[in-house]
């Protein structure tokens, strides 16, 4: 877990820039759970393919406190977090607490995805005047 904040801002940037979701794993060294998500879960996640709708960034709740209290619902880790840009231009959010299948996040991402695609829709509509 070495992120740091200039990082989930770079995660962030890119989101916005490629209009995909942003996902934010935030956890520390020293809980097992964020260790088998960070080390485990979502790299063989980015290596079958199932990450390349979303940007992706872990924040270290310890060294990156500020970042962390942020984005974080209730102190319980690791939390697994995605927000997608609505039709609206607001971002959903909605996170995983807790240690997850890979089944339960690339639902996850698969409801972001579909929901900032959903905004890519309205766009096109709006701009070809359907």
Not at 22 to 44: D, F, I
Not at 73 to 89: E, H, N, W
Request: proline share 5%; with cysteine; aromatic share 4%.
């Amino acid at each position: 877990f070495a992120a740091s904040p200039a990082t989930y801002h770079a995660a962030l940037k890119d989101a916005q820039a490629n209009d995909r979701p942003l996902l934010v794993l935030v956890g520390a060294t020293w809980c097992p759970g964020c260790v088998t998500m960070k080390q485990t879960v979502l790299p063989a996640m980015q290596k079958d393919g199932s990450m390349k709708g979303v940007s992706y960034v872990t924040v270290d709740a310890d060294s990156d406190r500020e970042v962390a209290s942020q984005l974080m619902r209730g102190s319980m880790i690791p939390q697994l977090i995605v927000f997608a840009k609505t039709p609206d231009g607001k971002w959903h959010r909605e996170q995983i607490t807790g240690q997850t299948s890979a089944a339960q996040v690339k639902s996850l991402i698969a409801r972001a995805v579909t929901a900032q695609k959903a905004t890519e829709d309205v766009a096109v509509a709006s701009a070809t005047g359907n």
